[in-house]
């Protein structure tokens, strides 16, 4: 497997899965504004869509999403616990999760990263974004992890909550949440995923 990713961006969510799974993986980073990676290739001749996270799978394939990349890492070692079974009630529970983080919290966050966007748009963004909080913060009270134990899923919104401070977004105001966020991030697997991720960040 060899993941394409930018230090810090949404592909921070499988670089954390991987780590968790214990499985043996390869990287490249990618310069997402030349589109092209560490070693000079043309990203968009290995992912169209030209965005991290992108995988290459074990048999050469490309797999893009990362709702989805994370669930192909997560099913390549079912002991790591990373993910319920396909097909139970409880895998739905989890795609629930990753669609949800997917749609509405990390597309949510985009017009915050964009120059364009004017600031009283960014306010409204915010707005938007806290009534979000505010049904996580209730979602996780008495859970140390979405779905009860660690998943995909806490690896793809501890990803999302780490841009909180970029935007402007005082994570104290949600104080479930913040345990939460410190709770994922003290993990071994996610710190070491965080100084791969600052290592090639520096290179
Ligand atoms: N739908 C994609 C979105 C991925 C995405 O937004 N990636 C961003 C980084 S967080 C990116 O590559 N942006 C560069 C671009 O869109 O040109 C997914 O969920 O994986």
Same mark, same amino acid.
């Given at each position: 497997m060899k993941l394409y990713f930018s230090p810090g961006a949404c592909s921070l969510s499988p670089h954390i899965v991987l780590s968790e799974s214990g499985l043996p993986f390869e990287s490249e980073t990618v310069d997402l504004q030349a589109?092209?990676?560490?070693?000079?290739?043309?990203?968009r001749q290995i992912n169209?869509?030209?965005?991290?996270?992108?995988l290459q799978m074990d048999d050469g394939q490309i797999l893009t999403e990362g709702a989805v990349i994370v669930q192909y890492i997560a099913d390549r070692n079912p002991?790591?616990?990373?993910?319920?079974?396909?097909?139970t009630p409880e895998r739905y529970r989890l795609q629930e999760w990753l669609n949800y983080i997917a749609a509405e919290i990390h597309k949510g966050f985009s017009p915050l990263f964009? @120059? =364009?966007?004017s600031e009283e748009w960014k306010q409204v963004v915010r707005e938007t974004i806290a009534a979000k909080f505010d049904f996580l913060n209730a979602a996780l009270k008495?859970?140390?992890?979405l779905m009860g134990s660690f998943s995909v899923a806490d690896a793809y919104l501890y990803t999302i909550l780490s841009w909180s401070d970029f935007g402007k977004i005082?994570? @104290? =105001?949600w104080p479930v949440l913040k345990a939460y966020f410190e709770r994922v991030g003290a993990r071994p697997a996610v710190r070491a995923a965080l100084e791969a991720e600052a290592k090639a960040r520096a290179a």
């Open positions: 589109k092209k990676t560490k070693s000079g290739a043309d990203f169209p869509k030209g965005q991290v996270p992108t002991g790591a616990k990373l993910a319920p079974a396909a097909g964009s @120059a =364009k966007a008495g859970k140390d992890y005082d994570l @104290a =105001k």
